[in-house]
């Protein structure tokens, strides 16, 4: 899977098993695709190498939140129903080519 913007494809990875879920982005130097953390409302970013971009989305993929370059041990939490939000995280800087109420498009 993947997303499209202005011409960038960034492949995206589904955080579907628990070992995907706990390592997420973790040891990460050099992060080059993004992961969605499908029915999740809150992460992390202990043991991270480098900083991310989180975007939280709704039930219809449509952002509800942004934070850009969110530097290591932090803890996010979105207030929005845990089975009805995920998360996608992202390289840093790569959320300001959205805005909130964006809906995103995922390809396959």
């Given at each position: 899977m993947y997303i499209k913007i202005k011409n960038i494809k960034l492949k995206i990875i589904v955080a579907n098993t628990f070992k995907k879920r706990l390592i997420g982005l973790m040891n990460q130097k050099s992060i080059t695709y993004g992961m969605l953390f499908p029915k999740c409302n809150?992460?992390?970013t202990f043991n991270m190498k480098s900083n991310i971009d989180i975007i939280g989305l709704?039930?219809?993929n449509k952002i509800i939140y942004i934070y850009e370059n969110l530097s290591k041990n932090k803890i996010i939490k979105i207030k929005y129903p845990n089975n009805l939000c995920s998360i996608l995280e992202l390289p840093p800087y790569f959320s300001k080519n959205y805005k909130l109420n964006e809906k995103i498009k995922f390809y396959e």
């Open positions: 809150s992460i992390h709704d039930e219809n």
